[in-house]
């Protein structure tokens, strides 16, 4: 094996065994290439292992090119390590909050943070046979684990063979950003590849970027117990959800010790020897601060290199993998999906990328990648979720909109669980009830989105959603409340005059 294609280094023991055993088996033997295959797949994260087994569902033959783990960042350093840690972030939080609902709980409650970490392993390598070399062979993909490269515009190489495609997949995600800040490079610093290796808390994180990395990791390790400092950009933290929301997880991150300070741009780092000592200005005044451990968050870059695109024909910026509608690149024998082309770098956006692929790969098909609605959530107390346009987007594209917004202060539900912090904002079409985006930020918002999205997709209106019946007491009725806000507004002065004669008249 090429160092090129070694896999990141994991504590051993035996959850990462297993995990290993499942995504990159050491004593693996790539198969013989077929002649040529209807459709080469290079990386396995989620927009290939779908591509993959969507594909050899279908009948194809499917060859799936993975380097490090398969599984990708969602299953080994993404969504399953950070949601595990989240969770158990929550269980701290809930026991520290317990005494608001009259459970009295002993003063001196620890967190192991060993026991979560070893926790997250053992459920990210329960979680991992899913994604496996060995289910992929048995579905009927040939499984190449090592550095895919195009050496021509119809063939890839791996570990030396040669394989031939009718058509591929460029599906080789992204990786943390290296942010030109100064001094970065002089000191150690952690990223989303090596973050869920640590076993011990440290006891002070530093972490640049606000972004959703940055917000769930922040809260996470404050409520384990971590002093927290998040240095965010001048926009603030999250700032692509709109102000009143990202406020709203401000506040929370604050509430749970998160310590904040501006000016990332501004952020000058050095070696100190309590670790790594953070200077800048936030609101216009100085600090200077030393952290055990610091997590840089500040974006994705794509993984373009060593790829061989150029001798594909695949064109490329630093953007990612340049696709059309239908994520055909230059090359209109090669596709891409997930992260690597897309500015959505979420797992179901990956999946739907994929399922796009396989249609318009394989068969004559016209399916487009901005026909999908893709919602997305920010796992933090309150969780933001969002879907479809942002009011400044409707602005931007001339769009006028309505907006219908259901505080949580006042849905029974959330007021009972004590999870008030929060709102159901909806905006359709001036005039209509054509629903044109959505935010929610709630404790569960992640879950309540999907309602919103589900409507768009079958394009039901806003007074649909006021008339289903929803479960009382629930936080989804807040979701039917914005419907009856809608519906609200159809009673015009002039109806209203005509329903007040008719039942005088009926009295
Ligand atoms: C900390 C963190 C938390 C996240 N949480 C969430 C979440 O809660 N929800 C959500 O929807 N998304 C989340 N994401 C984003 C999500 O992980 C990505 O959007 C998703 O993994 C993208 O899938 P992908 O298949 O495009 O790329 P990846 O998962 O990155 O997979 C690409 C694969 O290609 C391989 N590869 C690269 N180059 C080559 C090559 N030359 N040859 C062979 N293989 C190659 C890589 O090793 C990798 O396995 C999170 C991300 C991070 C970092």
Redesign the pocket.
């Known amino acids: 094996m090429s160092e090129q294609t070694q896999p990141p280094v994991l504590p051993w023991d035996s959850h990462n065994q297993k995990l290993v055993s499942n995504v990159h088996p050491q004593d693996w033997k790539n198969p013989t290439p077929v002649k040529r295959y209807n459709l080469v797949v290079?990386?396995?994260?989620?927009?290939?292992l779908v591509s993959a087994i969507g594909a050899a569902g279908l009948g194809a033959k499917v060859a799936l090119?993975?380097?490090?783990?398969l599984g990708?960042?969602?299953l080994n350093?993404?969504?399953v390590p950070?949601?595990a840690i989240i969770r158990a972030a929550r269980a701290a939080a809930a026991v520290r909050e317990a005494a608001d609902f009259g459970v009295n709980v002993p003063a001196a409650v620890t967190v192991d943070f060993g026991k979560t970490m070893e926790r997250m392993r053992r459920l990210r390598a329960d979680i991992s046979p899913h994604d496996s070399a060995k289910r992929f062979t048995e579905l009927g993909v040939d499984v190449f684990l090592g550095?895919?490269?195009f050496t021509c515009p119809d063939s890839v190489e791996v570990t030396g063979q040669t394989l031939r495609f009718s058509k591929a997949v460029i599906?080789?995600?992204?990786r943390a950003a290296a942010p030109p800040i100064d001094g970065l490079s002089e000191v150690p610093y952690l990223t989303?590849e090596t973050l869920f290796s640590v076993t011990e808390l440290p006891k002070r994180l530093g972490i640049i970027g606000a972004g959703p990395?940055g917000c769930e990791m922040a809260q996470a390790f404050a409520r384990l117990g971590s002093e927290v400092i998040l240095v965010q950009s001048e926009d603030g933290i999250l700032p692509r959800e709109d102000r009143d929301a990202a406020e709203l997880v401000r506040v929370a991150l604050e509430r749970d010790g998160v310590k904040l300070l501006g000016g990332a741009k501004e952020i000058k780092l050095s070696k100190d020897p309590g670790g790594v000592r953070m200077q800048g200005k936030s609101s216009g005044r100085a600090y200077s601060e030393v952290v055990d451990q610091l997590l840089v968050a500040v974006g994705r870059a794509p993984?373009v290199e060593?790829?061989g695109l150029e001798a594909a024909g695949v064109v490329f910026d630093k953007k990612g993998v340049k696709v059309n509608d239908r994520l055909q690149t230059a090359n209109p024998r090669i596709f891409a999906?997930?992260?690597?082309c897309s500015p959505f770098?979420?797992?179901?956006?990956?999946d739907f990328m994929a399922r796009i692929v396989i249609q318009n790969a394989l068969f004559i098909g016209r399916a487009k990648a901005s026909a999908l609605n893709i919602p997305?959530a920010t796992?933090t107390s309150p969780e933001i979720a969002h879907v479809g346009l942002y009011e400044k987007d409707a602005k931007e594209k001339g769009i006028e909109v309505d907006t219908y917004t259901q505080e949580l202060a006042k849905v029974d539900r959330a007021i009972l669980d004590g999870e008030t912090d929060g709102f159901v904002r909806v905006h359709v079409r001036k005039g209509t009830d054509e629903i044109l985006g959505a935010t929610i930020v709630a404790a569960h918002a992640g879950d309540l989105i999907s309602e919103i999205t589900l409507a768009m997709n079958g394009k039901l209106g806003l007074k649909t959603i006021g008339s289903a019946i929803h479960p009382y007491p629930t936080q989804a009725e807040a979701i039917r409340k914005v419907g009856d806000l809608y519906n609200r507004t159809r009673l015009t002065p002039f109806v209203k005059k005509l329903m007040g004669k008719w039942l005088s008249w009926t009295r």
């Open positions: 290079i990386g396995g994260g989620t927009a290939g090119i993975e380097k490090h783990f990708g960042d969602c350093v993404g969504c950070s949601k550095g895919g490269k599906a080789t995600g992204a989303n990395i993984n060593g790829l999906a997930g992260d690597i770098k979420f797992t179901h956006a990956a997305w796992y």
